[in-house]
Every structure is written in structure tokens, then in C-alpha cells.
């Protein structure tokens, strides 16, 4: 069986080979909510945290939920 000769671009590898970078750079930079068993001892609006639901609950069981108007916000 023959097999047909392929032209590869270097710049086109160079460009795929840049997206992949990026892709990988996004996916370990991602930021990472570790999941809380209770309330933060220090909190502000505008705060993410991720409740485990069963030993702390703000609300609506386990999420992640946002500090704002004061409250917790599952979202």
C-alpha cells in the first residue's frame, strides 16, 4: 500500500502549536473553588465560595454561591 507524500507549514504547525499552549495555559490557570464546610470567618460582597452544602447550607444546599447585597447568593 503507498501513501500519499504531505506538505506540513511550518507556520501553520507553529500556529497550532501556539493555540495548544494557550489552551493548556487557560486550563491550569483556571481558577479553582475549594469546597467549604462552613462560613468564612472573614467575608465581603463580592466573595465566590463553593459550600459543601451539608455542614454548612447557605441557602439552596451545595453550590457555589456570591456575597452581595449582604446576603449569600447561590448562583
Known sequence: MEHASQQYDPAQIDRLIRRLET??????????????????????????????????DPGSLEGIYARYNATWNKL
Not at 24 to 52: C, K, W
Open 23 to 56: 489552551a493548556i495555559d487557560n486550563a491550569v490557570n483556571a481558577p479553582t473553588l475549594l469546597v467549604q464546610n462552613a462560613e468564612p470567618a472573614r467575608f465581603s460582597d463580592g466573595m465566590l465560595v463553593y459550600a459543601d452544602g451539608t455542614n454548612w
